[in-house]
């Protein structure tokens, strides 16, 4: 048991410019979190996976931020246009069997 | 949506001594009530949790507390230690399988 793993772990980019972060989750764990975290403040819920299918989506998920988890393994996280408000950490995390929620160390993301 | 509230945000102890972090929250269906440590730099850290069939959970130095009629549930530290210094968030969720709602945390510092 590894852990849950994310990548990159810190990104600069510019306005208007796509990010894509990668998660991956401890293996065997089917449900998949993405939440948002900014200074100060506790993680909030982004969207989830069962599996391969993305099951919930949070308000806070706007039209230019997009997750895949293709064979129910990884996930992958995309901003599109990004946007200083997007400045935040992102964090994934998954479920054990018994329902424990494991987080990854993050992707800080800073957009100039 | 569920609400967590979460008291108080920085807490200064003496090495040896007891800390409490207390968080309420909103709704009465939630059934699950874990806490997270968050180190500087590091995902949040699931150090105990508490399903609500329980009232109080003890894992070593830290103890959990749970009151459903009035919804609110406690951190209780005991023989504080240098270690212990970090960011606490509680959180809340139906099961321990969904989204969780967090807390805004509270900044804890052991003073040696």
């Known amino acids: 048991d590894t852990g849950v793993s994310q990548d990159p772990r810190h990104k600069i980019t510019k306005r208007g410019q796509n990010v894509t972060f990668r998660c991956d989750p401890i293996?065997?764990?089917?449900?998949l979190y993405w939440y948002r975290q900014t200074l100060g403040q506790g993680p909030e819920f982004l969207t989830y996976?069962?599996?391969?299918?993305?099951?919930?989506k949070s308000r806070l998920l706007s039209d230019r931020f997009s997750a895949e988890r293709p064979k129910g393994s990884f996930s992958t996280l995309e901003i599109q246009r990004t946007e200083q408000g997007d400045s935040a950490m992102y964090l994934c995390?998954?479920?054990?069997?018994?329902?424990?929620?494991?987080f990854g160390p993050g992707t800080r993301l800073t957009v100039t | 949506g569920e609400n967590v509230e979460q008291h108080p945000s920085t807490l200064s102890v003496q090495e040896g001594d007891s800390a409490v972090i207390k968080c309420t929250y909103s709704?009465?269906?939630?059934?699950?009530f874990p806490w997270y440590k968050q180190e500087l730099g590091k995902g949040p850290q699931l150090i105990i949790d508490?399903?609500?069939?329980?009232g109080e959970k003890k894992d070593q130095r830290i103890a959990v507390t749970l009151n459903k009629t009035a919804k609110h549930f406690s951190l209780h530290i005991t023989e504080t230690q240098p270690e212990d210094s970090a960011v606490y968030f509680c959180?809340?969720?139906?099961?321990?399988?969904?989204?969780?709602?967090f807390g805004t945390g509270t900044r804890l510092t052991i003073i040696p």
């Open positions: 959180a809340a969720s139906l099961r321990g399988n969904e989204k969780l709602t």
């Open positions: 293996s065997e764990h089917n449900r």
């Open positions: 995390a998954s479920t054990s069997p018994t329902d424990e929620q494991y």
């Open positions: 508490i399903r609500s069939n329980v």
């Open positions: 709704d009465s269906a939630s059934n699950y």
């Open positions: 996976f069962q599996n391969e299918a993305q099951l919930e």
